[in-house]
């Protein structure tokens, strides 16, 4: 069982916005901005979409936004398109080891 | 542009041994940590191993499920990380990722990051008699 929680899976129309959440604990999201997103197509290597809970990488959509609250970080997609169907994973700091803690993940889906 | 690729993947019998090499290009390799992650077949991403650089004292930390079995090695030289793979298990059975970061040092500045900022694009392993 992963140390942070996600939902299996979302979804939504193309043109709506979606958001993933991502529940840690006192030990990581809720006391540290070091959270990260990664997107994965089938088949391909995870990207990394956002770091420190609100940054963009060089060259990753607008459309990308990350936010937090209390021990709840979250990544919104807006104005979804046919190609952001993938599975998409939160990663966090973590203050009780020197892991690279990650989510379990949550796909998906354009209607 | 950065590059990492990996190879050394295939197929292995439980309780043999593998290693996976991670070839790096396009950034100065030594001032780098390299990460080992995995994915089973229809799984998630599980964390496997990292290596810090010399500027974090070239230490090593690993999974409890991977720990005592596989050993995670630097050649700063040749721009290579790599993963050992000891008494290998099916439940091993995954595409092996390598990543950069989490941290960095240059010009003996060190810059505790937390994320995995490029991936390779895999190896596949198969543990299976």
């Known amino acids: 069982q992963s140390a942070l929680t996600q939902p299996a899976s979302v979804s939504g129309s193309p043109g709506q916005s979606i958001t993933i959440s991502c529940t840690g604990t006192t030990s990581d999201v809720d006391n540290y901005d070091f959270v990260s997103w990664y997107q994965q197509h089938p088949g391909k290597a995870p990207k990394l979409l956002i770091y420190d809970v609100t940054k963009r990488p060089s060259g990753v959509s607008l459309r990308f936004s990350g936010s937090k609250s209390g021990n709840t970080a979250s990544l919104t997609i807006s104005g979804l398109q046919a190609e952001d169907e993938a599975d998409y994973y939160c990663s966090s700091y973590t203050d009780i080891s020197t892991s690279v803690l990650l989510g379990g993940g949550t796909k998906l889906t354009v209607l | 542009e950065v590059q990492l690729v990996e190879s050394g993947g295939g197929l292995a019998q439980p309780g043999r041994s593998l290693r996976l090499s991670c070839t790096a290009s396009?950034?100065?390799?030594?001032?780098?940590?390299l990460t080992w992650v995995r994915q089973a077949p229809g799984k998630g991403l599980e964390w496997v191993a990292l290596?810090?650089?010399?500027?974090?004292?070239?230490?090593?930390d690993y999974a409890a499920s991977v720990k005592g079995r596989f050993t995670i090695s630097r050649d700063d030289s040749k721009s290579v990380a790599y993963l050992h793979m000891d008494n290998l298990k099916s439940e091993d059975t995954a595409v092996y990722y390598c990543?950069?970061?989490?941290?960095?040092?240059?010009?003996?500045?060190?810059?505790?990051?937390?994320?995995?900022?490029?991936w390779g694009q895999g190896t596949v392993v198969t543990v299976s008699s």
């Open positions: 990543a950069r970061g989490p941290g960095f040092c240059i010009g003996g500045v060190c810059h505790r990051e937390y994320y995995l900022d490029y």
């Open positions: 396009g950034f100065t390799f030594g001032d780098y940590t």
């Open positions: 290596i810090r650089g010399k500027g974090f004292g070239m230490t090593t």
